[in-house]
């Protein structure tokens, strides 16, 4: 019975954990992208 009630909630935090690492994941990326075009602007000039 109490596996019953514990399964969802654990379901639950795996979703918002990874829910959070591609949020995560998606920022860096965008940094990264950002500080290449910075270099390449700064290489240009």
Known sequence: MK???ITPIAILA???ALT???NTVR???KD???TA???KDT???
């Open 3 to 5: 596996l019953l009630r």
């Open 14 to 16: 795996c979703v918002l």
């Open 20 to 22: 959070a690492c591609a």
């Open 27 to 29: 920022g860096v990326g």
């Open 32 to 34: 990264v992208k950002s």
């Open 37 to 39: 075009r910075a270099v």
């Open 43 to 45: 290489v240009a000039n």
